[in-house]
């Protein structure tokens, strides 16, 4: 049977061995001193911590292009959530088929999760429609949201939201890349700009500390 150290589990995660075999402690699991933990056992108890062990019902509100391309990705199925539904605000998407699903109109949207017995959905709508949409899934008992709608959503306490902004993740890569390229320049004995900007302005930031040539 296969088995894993904490050693190597800790490397593979980047972190400290003894603070994953206490982590894992919390979850039941020792493993076995000498052996390592039982694979397949150790995947099960922490899938099971996550609520992974269980089928999720979810349903997906706003079928454009990325509600679509969210409908059509395989890694829900293998992670524990089953896509119960397609729902879109457009008659002329009802109906139709996506990733093998009929997309079902928004009027029916309270039957939907009350049949289906949903609790998480996924806002791809539009911002201006996001809100709404969020108070009607709601109302209707879902009480986990994925927002990937470009706007904040409001809800009660006792609801969680978690958005999903693609453009702040590209903006903090873009923030590395800089952080990259002052730091290659400063090796190479290149003042970064905003270093060099800094470096000609006098005590009081207005007069050139060193006048040009």
Not at 129 to 134: E, G, P
Request: charge should be negative; glycine fraction near 10%; include cysteine.
């Amino acid at each position: 049977m296969p088995t894993v150290s904490s050693e190597e589990l800790a490397a593979a995660a980047g972190v400290n061995s003894a603070k994953l075999r206490k982590d894992f402690s919390y979850l039941g699991s020792y493993g076995t001193r000498g052996v390592g933990y039982d694979v397949e056992y150790l995947v099960y108890q922490i899938s099971r911590e996550l609520g992974l062990t269980q089928d999720w019902p979810v349903v997906i509100v706003g079928i454009g292009n990325l509600g679509a391309a969210l409908a059509n990705y395989g890694g829900f199925a293998s992670r524990g959530f089953r896509v119960a539904a397609l729902i879109d605000a457009d008659p002329a998407m009802a109906g139709t088929p996506v990733a093998g699903m009929p997309v079902q109109h928004t009027d029916d949207l309270e039957k939907i999760i009350s049949d289906n017995g949903v609790s998480i959905g996924v806002i791809s709508t539009p911002a201006g429609a996001a809100q709404q949409v969020c108070e009607r899934l709601v109302a209707a008992g879902v009480t986990s949201i994925l927002n990937f709608a470009p706007t904040v959503l409001s809800v009660p306490d006792g609801v969680d939201v978690r958005k999903v902004d693609l453009s702040i993740e590209l903006q903090i890569l873009a923030f590395h890349e800089q952080r990259k390229a002052g730091e290659e320049a400063s090796d190479d004995g290149v003042v970064p700009p905003v270093a060099a900007k800094q470096q000609r302005k006098g005590p009081d930031g207005d007069v050139p500390a060193v006048m040009p040539a």
